[in-house]
């Protein structure tokens, strides 16, 4: 099932953050079926896992691209990123009593990462740029 689609109106302008959103969708979509094999808990966790590695990359790259170019609301875009890793951390514990699916799981980060790049990353990659491919709302 592909919970997210990856279409222009997110791109930010900047290749190396649109690599990035890029091959996490690809993970948020594909990777819950190549961890089927195993028990259910082990491969949602895995799942859980392979996502929260990459985002928590991802954020790391965005913050150093914020630092560098000393974007003036940085504190809000960070809040934000601490927000997803609060969501991860409700999700493994309802995970861990067994009360969530793949497809609930999809649904939370999929639903966090669109609205996430609409709305602040490409705010920031235009303040600092001036290149987003389109103004955000
Ligand atoms: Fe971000
Ligand atoms: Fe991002």
Redesign the pocket.
């Given at each position: 099932m592909e919970a997210i689609h990856f279409s222009d109106e997110l791109l930010t302008g900047d290749e190396g953050i649109d690599n990035e959103h890029r091959l996490i969708f690809f993970l948020v979509n594909n990777m819950q079926g190549s961890v089927y094999g195993g028990s259910l808990e082990v491969g949602l966790r895995t799942y859980v896992n392979i996502l929260k590695t990459h985002a928590t990359n991802?954020?790391a790259h965005?913050e150093e691209f914020m630092a560098l170019h000393k974007y003036t609301e940085m504190e809000e875009?960070l809040k934000?990123?601490e927000g997803f890793v609060n969501t991860i951390k409700a999700v493994e514990e309802k995970m861990a009593v067994g009360a969530l699916t793949f497809e609930e799981i999809q649904t939370m980060v999929a639903e966090w990462l669109n609205t996430?790049?609409r709305d602040?990353?490409l705010k920031?990659v235009l303040a600092v740029r001036g290149t987003a491919s389109r103004k955000p709302a």
């Open positions: 991802h954020f965005e875009h934000e990123h996430h790049i602040m990353d920031m």
